[in-house]
């Protein structure tokens, strides 16, 4: 599939470092000569101070400091579509290889998710406590 014309007619916008610098990108790569943000039509000059940082984006190269807040826009719009999506496609297939980052994470997550709910649990059971006792007053 190729896009004949840029999704958008300027530049969305800069995009958040995420902490650890790390990010959605997993296509992440450089470049210090002119370039083209196909998601917006933009063409970037050459810089000699600093390179550009471009990612793909629905199969178009982005320029992540021209469009990279079109990943903000499509995560807080279509991430839960897409968790659900990408959870009913691991339970079809969960010993293929490409779940393996996933299932490292997941066990990270669950742990950390299952001491919240401990936490959050005893504090209302001490709220309950404080509660009745005020009743009983």
């Not at 896009?3 to 990010?23: D, L, M, R, T």
């Not at 629905?58 to 499509?74: A, M, P, R, T």
């Not at 997550?109 to 709220?127: D, F, G, Q, Y």
């Amino acid at each position: 599939m190729h896009i004949k014309a840029p999704i958008v007619s300027k530049p969305v916008g800069a995009s958040e470092i995420p902490e650890g610098g790390f990010g959605w990108n997993l296509d992440h790569r450089g470049t210090d000569g002119p370039i083209l943000c196909e998601f917006c039509g933009t063409n970037h000059p050459e810089r000699l101070d600093q390179s550009y940082t471009l990612g793909t984006v629905l199969g178009l190269q982005v320029v992540e400091e021209c469009c990279g807040k079109v990943i903000d826009i499509l995560y807080k719009e279509l991430a839960e579509d897409f968790t659900q999506a990408y959870l009913e496609e691991f339970a079809r297939n969960p010993t293929n290889p490409r779940f393996f980052f996933f299932l490292d994470k997941l066990s990270k997550v669950l742990e950390v998710a299952a001491k919240k709910v401990n936490e959050t649990s005893a504090a209302i059971s001490s709220s309950k406590e404080s509660l009745s006792k005020i009743k009983n007053v």
